[in-house]
């Protein structure tokens, strides 16, 4: 009997485990068994290698051949060990030198004619494989790009099966493609200075922005929700390292092309409210693939006509914003997903929109509109820092209003609050007003200047004692944006108005 192993990864959410994968060839009929819990797409590895090989003139061995992944209890799904399997064989029958196969992680789907396709989740795989202490892998061609964002690993890149053979007697691969010429981001990329009039609601967003509060706009049909909505990732900070690995790595596994190196951008999703539970917080039938929770991980989930959503829908976020992951469990192995996103919400003041705009009917019947208000659930709304009403622009201002402020202007600002918020939250270990728990506002953050304030408001009934930490996390935002050491009688106004979706004066704190 004669035996090699190779290796790669198999992915269970984000969470990346080393698999070897074994060959062996005995005496007797030529025959192929495949172990170690393959779903379909690896059972079918078999048939997908033997032709590749006869295609690169490599003879499958005409003895009873095992191929065994472990460990064995592991579930393993994809087609991505098309490569290892076929280098532990080839190994195996003394084609290619064993040793050539150690600390060397593959990753590549076969084709029958022999070539080299790409593959879902390169990067988390390569990530998971170099924390696992390999120093090479072999990748697609095709992925070269995606695969030199990991920093401590030689990449080899792959067409065909050929091209294996020869990296796996020395060669140095093929070389990556040039990268397609693109429109800059910037001509693409939404700006705030689009958005006319609205003054009040930018505010609020540059509010959201800065404490990362979550956020509802009410509105009717028209009025801007959505390109406001959309615009909110133009004036977030970029994201850091480490989270653009995180964001990247999700986008890998769901076949984004990263050839532009690492998204730094903080993501946008907007799930439409026909979509199911599975495609909103992750799952699926074979492989739990992450939602849009997780597509909207470091950035925004924008739900519009957020009463829309069936009640499930929304009750699916819960867990989501509480605990910044989802946990998909299946029968063999659980993945988890992280999900730290920014809620927007938008909404009609009812069902047919027209509700409380001068000039126009509404016919929805004053129990329609109370039920159509209250399907956001309280635990979502118990979540929502800044609430913000929206009216029509006038006419003339459309044509006459001088272009607002540029992203580039608001995010600069946000930058700053942000640099204040770190300041004062990195010794608490957190990093933005919004995460800041109730206990630690109250007994390790130096208090308003101002308390009576909110002390008459909630004497008055107008206010829960939980209500007044969300207005002194708001107050916080809006100081840290005016640059005042801490919050004062007009900061507290401010987002006290916020809070309850009142008018307020736009930066006026
Ligand atoms: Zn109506």
Avoid at 20 to 25: G, K
Avoid at 171 to 176: D, F, K, L, R, T
Avoid at 307 to 317: D, I, S, V
Avoid at 390 to 399: A, E, F, G, W
Wanted: proline residues 8%; contains cysteine.
């Amino acid at each position: 009997m004669s035996q090699a192993r190779a290796w790669s990864v198999a992915l269970v959410g984000m969470q990346a485990t080393m698999v070897e994968v074994e060959a062996a060839i005995g005496s007797g009929l030529p025959s192929t068994v495949m172990v170690g819990l393959p779903d379909l797409a690896l059972s079918e590895a078999k048939a997908r290698c033997r032709a590749a090989m006869a295609s690169a003139h490599q003879s499958w061995p005409s003895n009873p051949v095992t191929i065994n992944l472990s460990p064995a209890a592991l579930p393993k799904a994809g087609s991505h060990y098309d490569l290892s399997i076929a280098a532990a064989v080839a190994a195996a029958n003394q084609r290619c030198e064993p040793s050539s196969l150690e600390n060397l992680a593959m990753f590549g789907e076969l084709g029958l004619d022999g070539r080299v396709r790409n593959v879902l989740g390169l990067l988390p795989a390569l990530l998971g494989a170099a924390r696992h202490g390999f120093t090479r892998a072999v990748v697609p061609a095709g992925q070269l790009h995606e695969a030199s964002l990991v920093e401590g690993l030689t990449v080899y890149g792959v067409a065909d099966l050929s091209d294996l053979f020869a990296v796996l007697e020395g060669g140095p691969g093929v070389s990556a493609e040039p990268i397609r010429e693109r429109e800059p981001e910037s001509l693409l990329r939404l700006d705030l200075a689009d958005v006319v009039g609205q003054g009040e609601a930018k505010w609020a967003l540059e509010v959201a922005a800065a404490g990362r509060h979550h956020l509802y706009l009410h509105g009717p049909p028209g009025v801007g929700k959505t390109l406001l909505a959309e615009r909110l990732p133009s004036i977030l900070p970029e994201l850091s390292a480490e989270e653009a690995l995180e964001v990247s790595a999700i986008y890998s596994l769901l076949g984004l092309n990263l050839e532009a190196g690492l998204i730094r951008r903080p993501p946008f999703a907007d799930p439409h409210h026909t979509a199911s539970i599975a495609s909103l917080v992750g799952g699926g039938a074979r492989v739990a693939a992450p939602g849009a929770v997780s597509r909207a991980h470091h950035g925004v989930l924008f739900l519009d006509e957020a009463p829309e959503f069936p009640p499930k829908a929304l009750e699916a976020l819960r867990v989501p914003l509480e605990s910044g992951r989802v946990v998909l469990a299946r029968a063999n192995a659980t993945a988890v997903y992280p999900a730290q996103f920014q809620l927007v919400l938008a909404a009609n003041p009812c069902p047919c929109g027209n509700a409380s705009t001068v000039g126009a009917e509404c016919h929805c019947p004053p129990m329609v509109v109370r039920r159509y208000r209250s399907r956001v659930s309280g635990p979502i709304l118990d979540r929502v820092d800044v609430h913000q009403l929206l009216r029509p622009v006038r006419v003339n201002l459309l044509s006459e209003a001088a272009p607002g402020e540029s992203s580039a202007v608001v995010a600069e600002r946000v930058a700053l609050a942000r640099q204040r918020q770190l300041r004062r939250l990195a010794p608490l270990g957190l990093r933005t007003n919004a995460q800041v728990p109730g206990s630690v506002l109250r007994k390790r953050l130096p208090a308003p200047t101002d308390p009576d304030l909110l002390t008459t408001v909630v004497q008055r009934g107008q206010l829960s004692v939980r209500g007044v930490d969300k207005v002194v996390r708001l107050a916080w935002t809006i100081a840290d944006l005016a640059g005042v050491d801490r919050p004062g009688r007009s900061q507290l106004q401010t987002a006290l108005a916020l809070r309850r979706g009142e008018p307020h004066e736009a930066g006026a704190a």
